[in-house]
């Protein structure tokens, strides 16, 4: 009886070999393959929807004007439909929030008859919106910004997938007379590169008149549709998702000009609000050090005005109770409009606020929330939703580059069956590296399931990775236990690190593994991977979806090391025969766990025998008769 897996394996070789040219393109959807390495990006398969799908609020129509532009939770739309909503970092919408029409469907997966030849693929629908009692004499007016996908530049800085010239984004109105839609607008597959040569703009502002009198009715709606179409790629693991269209900033007024050039009273945030941390998104409580802290916030922020308007710029660091530990004051200054030079403000009290604060110090899981605040003058402008951002920086067990979102899959491909992927990260003090989390995007047909890989640690030397401290001894293989979600695995044996390390994996086979890649912060200087016998540094933007985890509550769920209140002490420390245990009242307990979690010896003495168990890292849990517990860890050593 054949192995479907080994025979899956064994087409892929015999199919898969890398192309031996400097850029090889699949289609419409470019990806880099160097020659002398083989990194690949790959468009997503599917995506994780629960908090990014538009959801429907009310079935209520909508009175005049309407407004969105995705800053906070929309409210004007149907549900479902496919589209998605994101923060628009490095797209630099008109404001904060964007939304994205795609390949993919309202569950996150290709569509079902996606092909290569135009197939429809997302809507975005809005309510219905109260029109009834106006005509074409007062002069109502829906405009809106677009963007196609795929960015500009070097192909490895892009994001996204430009849509093809037989793609296609489609506005139509609904009469409610004889319930038909009917095209007002559509827009050819075109590239953002070629709209900077003939606009000079990137997003492109467009306004459509509503003036026929079948349209005046309180049933009014109006719909974008996109129409795509796949890779002409017959490797189905090479397949995802295409032909992105960005929309943002919808106006819906009366007694407004359809003028092609956009003017309104607003100043908002254009890109999400930053990490107070210089170099992470979230990392351990224990690894925290006031050294990690930026020195200012980097903030975007827009005057969509025509003319300079005086603006006033705050900042606030709260904790999880409510209470705010730190205010800074950027005061009034002036914003320059946006337009015609795609002008962003540039007082650096505003646009590059200090940041004269650090976190408080503690061994223990925490969050705090910084809310950035923007207004125009004392009594603000006409549109406030816009004028918040809010970064929530977690103390937590794990390092993290990345925003916890995916917008590409990342790989290596060679002919060599041994490839290794490293990151680096660097830690203020000696800890216990216990787990990795790792983030494997699904691929079409599972193609990636069975692609064995070893977790692996190396030690820094010459600024890449050195000796190897650690390597799994068994296979792992990627999990999918549910969509596209962090799958947590344990080391085999607990391991002490200090300094600089790279943790990463050892692939044992060509076949493309498809890790998580997003492409919000770009950290290509800390990832290195090798094909053949020497390492290489990165090209590609963004952060490996890739998160070491400290300490045994990484794994086991327990207390943290130290948490305890009373001055308990152990020793000696390394132990290798008896280990006594003292500042404990009487009648207390303790407990001897493993790295993995489990309970290996119970004792009411102050003495403990440790002879017979063998040499490793564990954790002992006092436990004092009124309730307070007690952790500190134990290395063992014969």
């Known amino acids: 009886m054949v192995d479907l897996r080994l025979y899956k394996q064994a087409l892929h070789y015999a199919t898969h070999k890398p192309a031996p040219l400097l850029l090889f393109l699949i289609s419409h959807f470019s990806f880099l393959i160097p020659l002398s390495a083989q990194e690949v990006l790959l468009p997503l398969q599917s995506r994780p929807v629960v908090s990014r799908a538009i959801k429907q609020s009310s079935n209520q129509p909508i009175a005049l004007p309407l407004f969105c532009d995705f800053s906070s939770a929309p409210h004007e739309w149907e549900a479902a439909g496919g589209a998605t909503v994101g923060e628009g970092e490095r797209l630099l919408p008109p404001t904060i929030g964007v939304v994205t029409l795609d390949a993919l469907d309202a569950s996150g997966n290709l ?20 029109l009834e009692g106006l005509t074409a004499a007062d002069s109502v007016v829906l405009s809106f910004y677009y963007l196609p ?24 109105f609904y009469r409610p007379a004889d319930s038909m839609w009917v095209v007002v607008w559509s827009r050819g597959g075109v590239t953002v590169d070629s709209l900077m040569e003939t606009t000079g703009h990137h997003w492109q502002y467009v306004t459509v008149p509503i003036s026929h009198p079948v349209y005046f ?54 890109a999400p609000a930053p990490s107070a941390l210089t170099n ?41 109770t409510g209470d705010t530990l730190y205010r800074y004051d950027g005061g009034y200054d002036n914003a320059p409009p946006f337009l015609p030079d795609e002008t962003y403000q540039t007082a650096a009290p505003h646009a590059h606020p200090s940041l004269e604060y650090s976190f408080p110090l503690s061994s223990q899981p925490a ?18 939703t816009n004028d918040t951002v809010i970064f929530r920086q977690v103390f937590d067990n794990y390092y993290a580059y990345d ?6 899959g990342y790989g290596l491909t060679s002919t060599s069956e041994n490839l290794y992927l490293a990151y680096r990260f660097d830690l203020n003090n000696a800890d216990t590296l216990t787990a990795l989390d790792l983030y494997f995007n699904r691929t079409d047909d599972g193609e990636n399931e069975w692609v064995p890989f070893y977790i692996t640690v190396w030690r820094l030397e010459n600024g890449q990775p050195g000796a190897v401290l650690y390597k799994d001894q068994h296979r792992r293989y990627p999990l999918f236990d549910g969509l596209n979600r962090y799958q947590r695995y344990v080391l085999e044996s607990p391991l002490l690190v200090d300094g600089e390390i790279f943790v990463g994996f050892q692939q044992q086979s060509n076949y493309y593994i498809n890790i998580g890649f997003d492409r919000s912060y770009n950290t290509a200087d800390h990832i290195f991977y090798r094909t053949s016998t020497d390492w290489q540094q990165s090209i590609l933007s963004g952060s490996l979806m890739m ?42 307990r303790v407990e001897l766990y493993d790295a993995m979690g489990r309970r290996i010896n119970v004792s009411t003495h102050q003495r403990i025998n440790v002879s017979t168990i063998p040499s490793g890292i564990y954790l002992l849990r006092c436990i004092a008769p009124d309730g307070v517990v007690h952790t500190e860890k134990l290395i063992i050593r014969h």
Request: hydrophobic residues 35%; proline residues 7%.
């Open 280 to 320: 992470y998104r979230a990392m351990p409580a224990r690894q925290y050090d006031p050294s990690e802290m930026a020195s200012h916030f980097d903030m975007k922020i827009v005057n969509l005005f025509n003319s300079t308007l005086a603006t006033q710029y705050s900042y606030a660091v709260v904790d999880a």
């Open 547 to 588: 998160r070491p985890c400290f300490g045994a509550a990484a794994t086991v769920g327990i207390d943290e090391v130290g948490s305890g209140k009373r001055e308990v002490t152990i020793y000696p420390n390394p132990a290798c025969e008896q280990v006594t245990v003292s500042g404990l009242p009487e009648g207390s």
């Open 149 to 172: 996908g795929g960015g500009e530049g070097d192909l490895w800085q892009r994001v996204g997938d430009a849509p093809n010239p037989q793609d296609s984004l489609v506005l139509e």
């Open 217 to 270: 009715d309180s049933l009014f709606r109006f719909r974008f549709r996109n129409f795509c179409s796949l890779s002409t790629s017959t490797k189905p693991g090479l397949v995802g998702n295409c032909d992105y269209w960005h929309l943002d900033y919808f106006v819906l007024d009366a007694h407004r000009s359809p003028s092609r050039t956009p003017v309104f009273h607003d100043v908002a945030f254009a």
């Open 111 to 130: 569509y079902p008859g996606a092909s290569i030849t135009p197939f429809a693929a997302d809507t975005l629908t809005s309510l219905p919106i109260r």
């Open 403 to 408: 925003d916890g979102t995916a917008e590409n």
């Open 367 to 384: 969050t705090y929330t910084i809310v950035h605040t923007v207004r125009e003058g004392a009594s603000g402008d006409d549109y406030p």
